[in-house]
């Protein structure tokens, strides 16, 4: 079983659309989570971080369920601009960066 | 500002051959982790340096090796390249590579072995 897993998709939806993407990680023991986002044949980029008790930014929500060793990502209103791979990361680190990456969900937003 | 660059953007190489990778990082930044994304694949964490030392190791064979210089920059590298080694390469900075600190990530990397 992979350390992080997520729905690798591709998720097709029209502008608009509020799309929802969920991510799992094993270790019990991580530290801190993210959201990046990555264009196609770009590097990743950092989309928000996520706090246990969910955070907002614009039309992006995030959210964490430590006991259930879950975290979501919900757009709203969704752009063009929205199209890329979304990479969900689990830091398990106490003191270094050592982030796992899941394998990322494609997003397309189409007219 | 200048975000992270690294050298050379892509790299054709044989099996059996050496390959070194560069990282410059953000200004201020003294903290650099080195990243393998393999086609269709999240990225997968190599090393970790922070003020010239190794902070934490992925699971890579001992075929990958890195080091940070006193300016803060990198450099990976690989012996004994296979065909798998094929991948996108990333390097990340971050301030003091804690584990909420951002990492932002150059524009990698893209070696072929042949």
């Known amino acids: 079983r992979k350390e992080v897993e997520q729905d690798p998709g591709p998720f097709n939806v029209p502008e608009g659309a509020t799309v929802a993407f969920n991510c799992t990680y094993s270790n019990s023991a991580s530290q801190s989570f993210f959201w990046y986002r990555q264009d196609c044949r770009k590097e990743p980029k950092l989309l928000m971080s996520?706090?246990?008790s969910g955070n907002e930014d614009g039309r992006f929500t995030a959210q964490l369920n430590r006991a259930s060793q879950y975290i979501s990502l919900l757009i709203r209103d969704s752009k063009l601009s929205d199209s890329a791979t979304y990479l969900c990361v689990v830091n398990r680190g106490s003191n270094n960066n050592d982030m796992r990456f899941g394998a990322g969900t494609r997003l397309t937003v189409k007219p | 500002d200048a975000g992270v660059t690294q050298s050379p953007t892509h790299l054709i190489k044989t099996r059996g051959q050496h390959v070194t990778l560069r990282c410059s990082p953000i200004?201020?930044?003294?903290?650099v982790s080195w990243y393998q994304q393999v086609l269709g694949q999240g990225p997968q964490f190599i090393f970790q340096y922070y003020e010239k030392e190794e902070r934490g190791r992925g699971n890579f064979p001992d075929r990958f090796s890195a080091r940070q210089f006193p300016n803060y920059s990198s450099e990976l590298n690989v012996n004994a390249l296979l065909l798998g080694d094929s991948a996108l390469y990333l390097c990340?900075?971050?301030?003091?590579?804690?584990?909420?600190?951002?990492?932002?990530f150059g524009p990698g990397t893209r070696l072929t072995v042949l």
């Open positions: 996520v706090y246990s």
């Open positions: 990340a900075s971050s301030t003091r590579g804690t584990t909420t600190d951002t990492q932002y």
């Open positions: 200004s201020g930044h003294k903290s």
